[in-house]
C-alpha cells in the first residue's frame, strides 16, 4: 500500500524556484507531523520542515526564510515551496508523517530529485 508519494522535483538554474508536493493517505495525512527530508548524495536523510495538524511549521535553519511549507486539507497533499535554491539544496527530497516534530513513522517512498544550480 501506497502511504505517500511525492512529486515535483527538478533541474533549476540559480535562485530558481521549485514546488514539491506530496500526496498521503487519508489515513495518515492528519499525523501531528507531516514533512519533509532530504537526502544529498554520499549524506544521511535530515529534516527540512514540518507541519501539524494545526498549521505550526518547523524549518530547519538552512532553508529558513528561503521555504514554505503548507497542507491542502481537502487534498490530503502538503507542498514544499522552495525559492532561492542553491546548490546545496540538491538532493532527494522525501515526505513523511510522525507522531511529533521531526519524527516520521512510515517506510519511505521513493522520493523526488531536485538539482539545484552547480
Known amino acids: 500500500q501506497v502511504y505517500l508519494a511525492e512529486s515535483g522535483g527538478g533541474l533549476v538554474e540559480a535562485g530558481g524556484s521549485l514546488r514539491l508536493s506530496c500526496a498521503l493517505h487519508e489515513n495518515i495525512f492528519n499525523f501531528n507531523a507531516v514533512g519533509w527530508y532530504r537526502q544529498a548524495p554520499g549524506g544521511e536523510r535530515e529534516f527540512v520542515a514540518d507541519?501539524?495538524?494545526?498549521?505550526?511549521?518547523n524549518y530547519a535553519e538552512s532553508v529558513q526564510g528561503r521555504f514554505t511549507i503548507s497542507r491542502d486539507n481537502l487534498a490530503n497533499t502538503v507542498y514544499l515551496q522552495m525559492n532561492s535554491l542553491k546548490a546545496e539544496d540538491t538532493a532527494v527530497y522525501y515526505c513523511n508523517a510522525g507522531l511529533s516534530s521531526r519524527t516520521y513513522s512510515f517506510p519511505w517512498g521513493r522520493g523526488t530529485q531536485v538539482t539545484g544550480p552547480s
Open positions: 507541519i501539524n495538524v494545526g498549521g505550526r511549521t
